[in-house]
Nanobody, 129 residues
Framework: QVQLVESGGGSAQAGDSLRLSCVFS??????????MGWFRQTPGKEREFVAG????????YSKDSMKVRFIISRDNAKNTVYLQMNSLKPEDTAVYYC????????????????????WGQGTQVTVSS
């Protein structure tokens, strides 16, 4: 069984930075066997992909603009994936979730929500103008 625990959310002003963390624990497969992703959701909307990182560290982002402001990274020694969010905007307000996708190849990473096997409980990020 896999458990994902997000932290680092909170309230911020437009232009501020926050770093989200997601700590992985699991018994069958180690953290390094999973591609990881960050998604976000606002009330009344579908959960949307933000960024993903493969086992080898290859990264993908939902939009070019997000790639400029957000950085996903992972530390396999700490079983943790991070999302560094810079130049925050009010439209970044959402609950942020991390997901784990068990993959057989080191380069695999996807933005497809249904591919992710496990999810954290989410952390709220609120950005005011």
């Amino acid at each position: 069984q896999v458990q994902l625990v997000e932290s680092g959310g909170g309230s911020a002003q437009a232009g501020d930075s926050l770093r989200l963390s997601c700590v992985f624990s699991g018994r069958t497969f180690s953290f390094s066997a999973y591609a990881m992703g960050w998604f976000r959701q606002t009330p009344g909307k579908e959960r949307e992909f933000v960024a993903g990182i493969s086992r080898s560290g290859t990264t993908i982002y939902s939009k070019d603009s997000m790639k400029v402001r957000f950085i996903i990274s992972r530390d396999n020694a700490k079983n943790t994936v991070y999302l560094q969010m810079n130049s925050l905007k009010p439209e970044d307000t959402a609950v942020y979730y991390c997901g784990a996708h068990l993959v057989s190849t080191r380069e695999a990473v996807t933005s497809t929500q249904s591919a992710y096997n496990y999810w954290g409980q989410g952390t709220q990020v609120t950005v005011s103008s």
